[in-house]
Each structure stands twice: as structure tokens, then as C-alpha cells.
């Protein structure tokens, strides 16, 4: 697995936001997983902060385009998933401050 | 499928319903019904049936149609009905009001006009009540706050029943000893049916969700919630039992009402308790307007509350039940709607014209598309004219009520106004919106447009 790549499409995931909270998804901690296999095919496991938001088809479509416009990958799935529960408690604590969460 | 829970006609139902909160206010400032006229009056039933189904359960039906997929996490059953059952509603109503104008002497109808009025009504709500229930059926076993919106249905249901049957007696086509018994002493079960049950436990089980949702509170399944929902349901079932009562003009009525006031209050305190303990364990510290403003909605609750307690020991219900039905359906019912308006008339926009370019291209937030700052005072106003709104009945100065009921009607157009800007991008700064086209106001995208 290519940590390289991983980062390179956790840095891409960053140009999708929540439309609620305002900030990208990757520092919201609402991807759980990125998983690259023979550095083309990737797989990411995401969440919402709310179960059944009606955001949520818009965000997983959003997530996949952009992983899958990442040169050099031939394919992009993503899984939604509430297990664990996304929680404030996931946010990168350098924006946790801007969102006023505590 | 991207969109496949973005309710389409839910704009146009809260247009409606706007539109007919307006008439309603601007018959207040005119005088038109109640405290002008007596409670019972053709004129006041007009008020009364217009704020009813046209503002809150237009509103509220509206709003459900979005949220109980949400709640169930489930796309809703049956979406074609939203629109067929919207106009039902429309025309019913029209019908039920013109037949009340007919009892006031302003226009000359058939008395038959009321029950049909009335079935058309059954017929709507009866579509609503379908497509939601099938959805709620589809995803047991159900999470809390959708327990409430099924109890909530099967009350409008029992309203809708009540409403036809008080038609069909006014009318002349159902008579006898007990039909006049319930026209005489059944009013009481078909308002708390409607407001208490329909309106409120809806509202209070979709508020649990939503007000979680929006601050970031922990969606936890509380043991006071379940209390809430079995005292709320009791309560509903007290009233709907009283009927047989009603109908035999027996002495029962009063302490059944008496009951179930009590367990109805029950319901209340736990329920302001769990929204206490919802605001206070909130993760998001800098809350949205729509939820300080759903504040007022809960302040007057309270206050109705009390003001019911205190009429039932003073003796004077009779005598201020419209004040009491006034803060109730206007304070606690009519601001939580305005207050959750403004949140879902903006997160529903921005659905609709910025969610299918998500990551292709730099979008505003949600907040990007409200003015706070300008509209806050609004709702301010609107809380305030309502309280002192209410004050001016239990005193009976209704002229003091009528110049109220103006600086009401004026706060609810300036919010109205806010929420059309919101529908109309105004509020996004221009390099955002750039590029992007705005959605109508009220009328649903055709379908092709709408999916990516």
C-alpha cells in the first residue's frame, strides 16, 4: 500500500466541504479509511455527522469524484458507514476552535 | 442515489402555508373573528381553521415529508402523493372556510358545503398520512422521534374524524340527542386532538432530531424521552377517550379533560426538561439563530403551561381559552415553525442548487446563505407581539390586540422576506454564487434538472 497516495488523495478530499459545519471533510474526521491497492484502486470508508442527513448521497458522490480524478487511479469506491458514530470529538483540533465546538 | 431525499414539494407546502399565516394576521389586524367576534362564532372558526390546517399543519405536513425520511433514514414510500394530497388540503380548506363564510351570512352557500369541505380534507390528510406511514411502517423497528410523529398522525387522524362529524351535525345532515351533545361538548377533544396531539407531539418529536442535528448534541436515547412519549401518548388517549362522554353529555368529560391536563403537563415538564438538557450538552458553542429563536417557541410553551394551570385553579379557563389557544398556537407552534423555517428553507436550498457540484467547484456553507444579524430582530418582534398579543385578551383590550396582531403580521412578513432571499441566493456574496442558477421560489425543479 502507498502511504504517499493516501495522503495525496486525503489532501484532495479536503476540497470537499459540509455544507452544515462548513469545513472539509477530511478535518471533520468524517473519513474513517482510505485504503490504496496496487497504488490504483481505492477505497475509502466515510461517515456523516447525521445519520440519514439528506447531504449524505451529495457527500459520498463528491468524495468519490474527487478520490477517482486523483492521477494515477483507475478506481474509487466508497462505503458510508455509523460504525463508530461520527462525534464531535473527531474534529482535527486546529478548526475545532472555529466551528466553536467543545 | 444523490437527491433521492430532497423532498420536492416541501417549498411549495410552506409557501402555502406562509401565505395563509398572512391572511390569517392580516384578519387579526382587521378585527375579523375572535376576541371581536365570540369564540364560537362563524368568523372565528374561519381564523381558527385558516391558522390550523392552512399555516401550521401545511407547514408542519411539509415538513414532515423531509424529515421523517430523515428520521427513518429512508427515502419516502408513495412521492407522488405529496402533491395530490397538497391539493386536497387546498381545496378543502377553501370549501370548509367558504361554508363557514356561509354560516357568518358574508356569502351565500349550501350548508352541505361543510362536509364536503371536510371529506376533502379526510381525503388530503388521508394521503399524508399514507405516504408517511408506509415510509415509518417500512423502517420498525422505529428510533424515538419518529414514535412521536406516528402518534402525531394517528391524533390527525382523529381530528380529521372529529372536524367531519361537527360538519355533518352544523350542516343538518346528522341529527339527534347525541349529535348535538358532541356539537355542544366535543369542540375541546377536536382542538387538543389537533393542536395538542397532531401539531405538538409531532413537532416535539421532530425538535428532538433536529435540534440535535443543528447543535451537535448527542443523539442519545433518553429514558426522559420515553416518558415523554408514554405520559404525551396517555394524554392523547384520555382525550380521544372522553369522546363516548362528549356524546352522552355526561358529567365524565370534565374529569377526563382534568386528567389528562394532568398527565398533558407531566409530558410538557419532562419534555422542557430533555430540551434543557439537549441545549445545555450541545458541542456547538456558537448556536444558529434557528435555534435561539426556537427558544421564544419554548418560552411560550411554558408560559402556556403555566397560564393553563392557573386558569384551571382560578376557574376561568372558559372565559380565556382563546388567550390560551392564541399563545399556544402562535407563541409555542406558530415561532418554532418560523424559528425552523429559517434553518430549512436555506439547508434545503443549498440542496438543491450547490450539493451536485460538491468537491468540482468551491461552494458556500449553508450559513452563507442567511442574513442573522438582520433577521434576529425580527423574531424578536414576533415573540413579543404575540406575548403582549396574548396579554391584551386576558385583559380584553382588543383594540391593544389588534395593533399587535399588526406589528405580528409585520414580523412575519420581514421573515418571510428573509427566507425568500435565502431562496433567491441574495444573501451569498456574488463570487459564489457566480455561475450558479436560482431555484423558484415555491415550484419544485423538474426532475432531469435535478439529479447530476
Known amino acids: 500500500m502507498s502511504t504517499e497516495k493516501v495522503d495525496e488523495i486525503r489532501e484532495a478530499l479536503k476540497a470537499v466541504i459540509d455544507p452544515e459545519l462548513g469545513q472539509n471533510v477530511v478535518d471533520l474526521g468524517l473519513i474513517y479509511e482510505i485504503e490504496v491497492i496496487d497504488n490504483c484502486v481505492v477505497r475509502i470508508s466515510m461517515t456523516t455527522t447525521t445519520r440519514g442527513c439528506p447531504a449524505t448521497g451529495y457527500l459520498k458522490q463528491a468524495v468519490q469524484d474527487v478520490a477517482w480524478a486523483v492521477p494515477g487511479v483507475e478506481f474509487a469506491d466508497v462505503e458510508l458507514t455509523y460504525d463508530p458514530p461520527w462525534s464531535p470529538s473527531f474534529i482535527a483540533p486546529e478548526i475545532a476552535g472555529l466551528l466553536g465546538a467543545r | ?452
Open chain 2, 1 to 452: 442515489m444523490p437527491g433521492a431525499s430532497l423532498s420536492r414539494w416541501t417549498l411549495t407546502y410552506f409557501a402555502c402555508a406562509l401565505a395563509c399565516l398572512v391572511a390569517a394576521e392580516v384578519l387579526m389586524v382587521m378585527g375579523f373573528g375572535y376576541p371581536g367576534a365570540a369564540i364560537e362564532a362563524p368568523e372565528t372558526l374561519i381564523l381558527v381553521h385558516l391558522v390550523a390546517i392552512g399555516w401550521l399543519s401545511l407547514l408542519l405536513c411539509g415538513a414532515l415529508f423531509q424529515f421523517v425520511p430523515v428520521l427513518v433514514a429512508r427515502p419516502l414510500l408513495g412521492e407522488e402523493l405529496p402533491p395530490v394530497a397538497l391539493a386536497f388540503i387546498l381545496l378543502g380548506l377553501a370549501v370548509l372556510l367558504s361554508g363557514f363564510a356561509g354560516m357568518a351570512g358574508i356569502i351565500v352557500t349550501p350548508l352541505e358545503v361543510m362536509p364536503l369541505g371536510g371529506s376533502l380534507l379526510i381525503i388530503g390528510f388521508g394521503l399524508v398520512i399514507v405516504s408517511l406511514g408506509r415510509t415509518l411502517w417500512a423502517a420498525r423497528p422505529l428510533a424515538m422521534p419518529a414514535r412521536f410523529v406516528v402518534v402525531g398522525l394517528a391524533a390527525l387522524a382523529a381530528t380529521a374524524l372529529f372536524g367531519e362529524s361537527f360538519a355533518l351535525i352544523l350542516s343538518g345532515l346528522v341529527g339527534g340527542e347525541a349529535a348535538l351533545s358532541l356539537l355542544l361538548n366535543g369542540v375541546p377533544l377536536h382542538a387538543l386532538l389537533g393542536l395538542g396531539g397532531w401539531m405538538s407531539f409531532t413537532a416535539m418529536g421532530v425538535s428532538y432530531r433536529l435540534l440535535a442535528m443543528f447543535m451537535l448534541a448527542p443523539e442519545t436515547e433518553r429514558f426522559p424521552t420515553s416518558v415523554v412519549l408514554a405520559t404525551g401518548t396517555l394524554t392523547l388517549v384520555l382525550i380521544a377517550a372522553a369522546t363516548p362522554f362528549a356524546l352522552a353529555a355526561e358529567s365524565g368529560l370534565a374529569g377526563m379533560l382534568l386528567a389528562a391536563a394532568v398527565t398533558g403537563l407531566c409530558a410538557l415538564g419532562v419534555y422542557g426538561s430533555d430540551m434543557l438538557a439537549l441545549y445545555r450538552q450541545r458541542k456547538r458553542r456558537n448556536i444558529e439563530l434557528n435555534a435561539v429563536a426556537a427558544i421564544g417557541a419554548f418560552a411560550a410553551l411554558l408560559a402556556a403551561g403555566l397560564l393553563l394551570v392557573f386558569l384551571l385553579f382560578s376557574g376561568s379557563l372558559p372565559d380565556h381559552a382563546g388567550a390560551l389557544t392564541y399563545l399556544f398556537a402562535f407563541g409555542w407552534l406558530g415561532g418554532l415553525g418560523l424559528a425552523k423555517l429559517y434553518k430549512i428553507v436555506a439547508f434545503l436550498t443549498w440542496l438543491e442548487c450547490f450539493a451536485p457540484v460538491l468537491g468540482k467547484r468551491q461552494t458556500p456553507r449553508v450559513q452563507d446563505l442567511v442574513d442573522e444579524r438582520h433577521a434576529a430582530p425580527w423574531f424578536g418582534a414576533y415573540y413579543l407581539a404575540v406575548g403582549m398579543g396574548t396579554l391584551t385578551l386576558l385583559v380584553e383590550l382588543p383594540l391593544a390586540f389588534r395593533l399587535f396582531a399588526f406589528i405580528q403580521l409585520v414580523a412575519s412578513l420581514a421573515i418571510t422576506r428573509h427566507l425568500y432571499r435565502s431562496r433567491e441566493l441574495l444573501n451569498v456574496p456574488a463570487d459564489l454564487r457566480r455561475g450558479f442558477a436560482r431555484p423558484h421560489p415555491f415550484w419544485p425543479q423538474p426532475i432531469a434538472r435535478k439529479l447530476p
